[in-house]
Structures are given as C-alpha cells and as structure tokens.
C-alpha cells in the first residue's frame, strides 16, 4: 500500500486525488451537523436516540475505543517490515509519525485542552481558561486529531484511490463517535479534524521530501544509529521523560496510604502556615521532615494548581531531578557521555522507576540529594576541591531534611569505604572532611533545637527514639529478614534483570576508579539498607543510579541475544496481563488489559525482528515504552482507585458529618480519609476507650476494619452498615447507630 518511491514532485495528480477522496466524507457529516444544528441541539438529539438504539451504541463504542488502535497495528508493522529490510522508505515515514502525532496530535492538543477549558457535553458549554479538570478538556478532539494525523499520509502514499476513501470514512467513523457518544461538541471535532489534517500532512510531506534527498542517515550503520541520539543525550531524555509525564499527570485519584496521608499534611501545612513541624488529622506528624512540603509549597504558589495536581507535579519534577541527576553522576564517574546516557536509558525504561514519577511520595527528591552528594563527594575524591567536599555534606543535609538520616549515612558511607578501598587516608584525616561533619551537625543541631523549641521534648524524643531509632533496630512495621532485598531487587530493575546474566568477568575485573566508585556506593547502600530492620522496595530507590550506570557494562559483551530475551519478557506479559482481570477485588477491565496486551505483543515482535547489538536494544525501548506506559497511566491506573483509593468512602463519610454525625476511627491507618472527608476523624485504638466516646456521642459515625467488626459484633450489633469498601488488602465499614438510621429515613 505505502509507496517505495516517488516521482521528483511533492504533489502529484495520484495525491491530490486521493486527498479528495480521503476528506470527502467526513467533510459532508461535520459541515452538515455544523450548519444545521447548534452543539446544545445536537448533544440533546444524541442523548436521546442512543437509548433507542443500543446496537448502534455498541458499535460507535468500539469504534471509539479501536479505531485509532488499528493505525497502531498499521504502524508498528511498517516498523517491523523497516527494521528487517533496513527500508528507509518505511523507517522515515514511522519516524515522522511518531514525531508529529506526539508533538502536536498528543502534547500540541493537551496543551490546547488546558488552554481553552472547554467544559465536556453534559457539564456545559463554557470555556474556562487554563484549567486542569478532566471535565474541562472537551475542545479540541484528541481523538479525532489523531485518528487524521494517522489515516491521512497513509491516503496520500497509497496508489489506490478507493483505499484513500475507505481511510477517510474509517477516520469519519471514529470522529462522528465522539459526537454520538456525547464526548465531545462538534466544533470540537471539527477543530481535532483540521489539527489531524495538519499533522497527517506535515508527516507525508517531510517523509516524501527526505525520500527526495540523498541519504543523509545511513540507517543501517550501528555507530550513526547510537549516534544520533547520543549525541543529544539530555535532549533525548528529557522528550522521551516529559511524553511520560504530559499525557499522564493526575490521571486518577490519590491512593491509600501515603499519598492521602501527604495530602492532608500539604493541606495543614498550606493553611495552618506551621512551617517546621508537620501535622496530619490535625496532630503532629513527626513522621517525615518538611522539606519536600516545603517544595510543593513553592509549586502551589507558582502555579496556583489544585493541591492534588501539585501533588503528582512534584513527583514528576522530582523524577526528572532524580534523571538529570543520574546522569551527571555518570558524567562524573565513567568520564564518558554514551555511557552516561545509556545508563540512564535503562532508568527510563526501568518499570518501577516509570511508576514511581506518578507516585506522590518524597523518595525520588531523596535520592536524587544522596545522588548528588555523591557526585561531589567522588569530585572531592579526585581533586580534594574543597567546594565539592562542602556541596557534598550540603546535599547530604537537604536529604536528611527530605527523608531522613538515610541521606546522611549512605553518602558518608559511601565516600568512607571508597577512601578505605582507594587507601586514600588523606579523604578521611581531611580538614574539609573535618569542617563539613561539623557544619552538618551544628545544622541538625540547630533543626533539632527548633524543633525542641516549638513541640517540647516529648515530642523530640518521639522523632529521635520511635521515628528514627526504632524503626531501625525493631520496626512495628514493614520488618523483613536480612535477605528481603536479595529478593525484592531482581523484580525492581525489570526489565533489566536478564543484563545480570550478561556478565563478563573480564571486563569487571578492570574497573576504573569512577566504576570503583559506583560499586562501592550501590555495595555499601545495599548492605545498610539489608542491616535496618523496616524494609520497603522504594527504599532501594538511591542504588538504582550507581546500579544502572555499572550494567552498562553489560549491555557490550554479546554473550546473549538481548532483544530476543527482552521480546519474550514482554510476550510473557502479553500472554499473562489479561488474565489478571478474572483475579477476585481487582477491577481492571479485561478489554484495557487485552488492549494493554496487545502493544505488549507488538513491542514483543518489534525486539523479535530487530537485529540491533545489544547497546542499541534500550535505546528503542525507550521510545517504544512510551505508550504502553501512557495507556497504563490513561485506562489502568483509574481503574484500580475502586481498590486503591479511599475517596468513595470519605465522601461517604462527609456526606454524614454534614449531618451532624462525629466520626470516629478505631484501629485504621491515621490519617486516610481526612483529606478528601475535609473533616479532622478522632482516632482511637483502645476499644475501652471507643465505648467512651459512643457512650458520649449519640450520633457516633464508626469507621472500622471489618475484621475489628468481628472481634467486637457483640458491642456493635446496635449499628448498622451504611458503606463498606475494600481499600487494598482489606474492607474498611462505616457505621451509624440504627435508631439514628430510622430517624433519618
């Protein structure tokens, strides 16, 4: 279907027939509704026929739902067929589709959706400017951009002008869906229809063109293929980061437990203006230091976003710190920008790594201070540059007040055991060494003093004793053995896992001192974090850089066939994801897992044709990885805030309060309905205690894991279930006395 070659000419008699034939019959159905209806009349019209006709509405649901897949399947096998001829012919023209469609029909109508504001059918017709809800991102399209950005190089290229029409009423169908299902007013599609024709053409027009010329890029040269992106390594990264992140920012609600418990410390901190010590449920949170509040502090006042928003944006630009970050540590250690870049390149398409910048949590800034402390604590290493020293036990300090002693220790030990291995005694007998432990004490002293000032001792030895010291030699929970992490680790760098088996000993025998380095930070790391009695797998997070930027090392030998092993990880995944909707309280919808499946199954096959060396396998991970992880983002993860979430029921819990109910909580995790509730809950984990409270509150409101319900059904067979939800492992109840029940009814 897709031209080899074309006549010296842009535009030629075969295109401009085709063009006729592809717009014909959208351009009939749009002016029509356009000219004879207003958008009110049109969305009323639709809102009543689609009862009548269900079929119908069947149809136009699939149509929606697929209809720009298919052009993904198109795509991705003119990529295959490319990559297996090393055709240029077929690898251009997926390259400026790739180029355009992201550019403009994704990240060019994202922006324009929050631009404009445009209410969605049903919630009106207005525009609200600069808005970030999902009920004001109505104008213009995307689906239809897309859908036309996608159809229409392949009508133009085509020598078969029927085909050119059958694109056009394909295009036409999934356009008029939007419409039909009440998605989107017509000036909306309208506006996606002239965007999509604009990117479809630019995509042909740039690939002819290129065909026209002498080759430039030798494609099937391995060296100019790393090349080209390595030579712009931020560059590439930061693109491939921010698609990541544009198309996927605040796509569900927050989840149990610590983004709501965050929320509602952000909210106290915003409102009650305590700067220095934490509140959550309106108590004292000695938890976490404030640091990283401070800094979404600084993102609400720049941009004024609702908090949620704020929440998932500071995830984001911390991730991309964490990258920048990683990828100067690089640069530092390994002397070399292709390494550099690689090793964040296997960052970037890390799994968890790609969950974790959509995940509110302060770990990512965390780790990207103890990353930087180790930057300037190896510069310090290699030249005693006392500014490196002193910039390394500053970052050390911002860790601490970020997460806590952690960033602190894993530097410091980091640096000590380097200096010992280098039998470098001057690192550790040195005057800058000496002032910088100094002024990292007198600035936790002097924290600590604050502190002490403002809440008392009670409340400093709580932080030092149970938050600290505790939690380190005999958690109350999150205790592992020893070897939790030796097992953890391995299913935290996947996909990467199989680069363990790519060993050369050899090579690791001779390694420099910036590899030295590395080892010795990601062995030290990973020995302290073993020894600590709490374990989580987020907590390994400051060894993935050193750990990434070191297998490099393996990415060189070609002991085994790298894509071929990583094709049939992901058609393992292909096979297993849509299975995972028959499992019991998971609500995923099999047709998102299937479809999830599918790209799976085309990245799959895209690594099984390739026949790339082993250090250019990431590199087009990087950019196939993009969309599964937007379609994740996008149709996945809003799925899961029936488990995940706690909203449904706080909401239930506020409608109640609002009533004059007082809501009490026995034996829950603090603080997770009070954000989205916007109401303090009395917490209370002495059931002698909760009889008290009752006794005194006739108008009690009972939040209680079902379990507890059972332990004490005899106390509470006076209450009656008003909402139950199942939030992660187990069923939270609310409750309310049934004489009051009555009364309301």
Known sequence: MIHSYFKNKLLTHQTFLNGLCFLFPFACVILSLLYFSQDAQIYTFFTQFRPKHPYLTIFFQLVTDYGNSLFYLVYAYILIIGIKN??????????????????????????????????????????TFFSFSSQNNSFPSGHTAEVFGASLPLALATKKTWLSFVLGIWAGLVAFSRIYLGKHHPTDVLAGWLIGLGTGYLIFFFWRKSMLKVNKINLSSRSNFFDFWAKRPMLTLSCVYLLHVIFSLHTRELWFSDEVRYADVFTNLLERKKWLVLYLNGQPYPDKPPLYFWFLAGLKWLTSLPTSTVLFLGSAISGFIYLGSSYWLGLTTLKNKNYAFLGCTLLLTNFYFLALIHYVRMDLLFASFIILAHVFFYRFSQSEQKLAGYLGFFFCFLALLTKGPFGVALPLLSLFCFALIQRKKELILNKTIGLGLLGLLGGILIWLGAIWQVKGSSFLSNLLFKQVYARAVHSWHHKQPFYHYLLVFPLVVLPWTILFFNFNRQEWKKLSSGENFLLTSFLT??????????????????????CFLLLTKNLYPERINLAKWLGGFFLLLAIILPWLSFLPHLPLKFIHLFSLSLIFGLIALILFKSSLPNYHV?????????????????????NLDALMSPKQQALI?????????????????????????????????????LKQIIATNPKSLLIIPEKRLKKHSEFLKGFKIVNQQRIVEQNYLVLIPKNKEKGND
Do not use: M
């Not at 589709?97 to 017709?125: E, M």
């Not at 087009?620 to 993860?637: C, D, G, Q, S």
């Not at 995790?669 to 954000?675: D, L, Q, R, V």
């Open 86 to 127: 090393k055709d240029k012919t077929r690898l251009y023209l997926v390259g400026f589709y790739i180029f355009f469609q992201l550019s403009i029909s994704f990240l060019g109508v994202r922006i324009l959706k929050i631009i404009f504001g445009r209410q969605r059918p049903g919630h009106g017709f207005a525009f």
């Open 525 to 546: 790391g990973f020995g302290l974090l073993s020894l600590v009695s709490i374990k989580i797998a987020i907590y390994l997070l400051p060894l993935f850089a050193p």
């Open 618 to 638: 990431p590199i087009l991970l990087l950019w196939l990885l993009i969309f599964p992880f937007i379609y994740i983002a996008r149709n996945i993860a809003p």
């Open 653 to 689: 819990i506020k409608s109640y309060i609002q009533q004059g109910y007082t809501p009490i909580a026995y034996k829950i995790y603090s603080g997770i309905y009070t954000y989205y509730a916007k109401h303090k809950i009395k917490e209370v984990n002495d059931f002698n205690r």
